[in-house]
């Protein structure tokens, strides 16, 4: 890990984006681990739109109470396999995906499951973080729509690779490559950092 790097990963730590795994009195972070569908919904809510004002502490009370209510009638939360723990408590991730999926920024697979323990490639990443760091920026947005329009029968992902090329950020288009938890955390914070274009 670079200097830089290791400034951005104590940066997402202080701004809430990662809190880091508890074992043996000490706190880790396993930054070459592959980061999770339920991590990655953490992050995007609790980290990038929490960061831009989108969402704020309240909201996720509010969304745990909504949650909470839902045990009466059901056993599943939002998606199928998301299902309370014993006692009616709720999965540590629940919040963060049901916020997260309100707001369009994740979805589920076509039977009806989230599937939250999955990895996520750096094209799935890439489209999370562009799509919820767009929610705070016209420049990005902008983008996003002069891609799409250009790339209507192109492939999905190549208006938010497209953002990253615009921002001058590094990334990968492997479609079969796994994105570490590091990377997933600079990425983010780059593109929220980014300034305007250099053309």
């Known amino acids: 890990m670079?200097?830089?790097?290791?400034?951005l990963i104590c940066e997402a730590k202080t701004r809430g984006f990662i809190s880091g795994t508890e074992k043996d009195g000490k706190v880790y972070f396993n930054p070459n681990q592959p980061?999770?569908?339920a991590e990655a919904a953490k992050i995007i809510t609790g980290g990038i739109l929490k960061s831009l004002g989108k969402m704020r502490d309240e909201q996720f009370q509010s969304m745990e109470e909504e949650l909470l209510k839902l045990f009466q009638k059901q056993s599943w939360i939002v998606f199928s396999d998301i299902r309370f723990e014993k006692g009616g408590v709720l999965p540590w991730y629940a919040v963060f995906v049901?916020?997260?999926q309100r707001d369009g920024i994740?979805?589920?697979?076509?039977?009806g499951t989230f599937q939250p323990s999955n990895k996520i490639t750096t094209l799935e990443a890439y489209k999370m973080i562009v799509e919820a760091a767009g929610m705070g920026s016209k420049d990005i947005a902008a983008v996003l729509i002069k891609k799409a329009k250009e790339t209507r029968r192109g492939e999905w992902y190549e208006k938010y690779l497209e953002v990253l090329t615009h921002f001058q950020l590094p990334y990968s288009s492997d479609p079969k490559e796994f994105v570490s938890r590091k990377d997933f955390v600079i990425i983010a914070l780059r593109l929220l950092k980014a300034g305007p274009p250099k053309l």
Request: avoid cysteine; aromatic fraction near 12%; charged fraction near 30%.
């Open 35 to 37: 980061v999770n569908r």
């Open 98 to 100: 049901a916020l997260a």
């Open 106 to 111: 994740i979805s589920g697979y076509p039977d």
């Open 2 to 7: 670079t200097a830089e790097e290791w400034e």
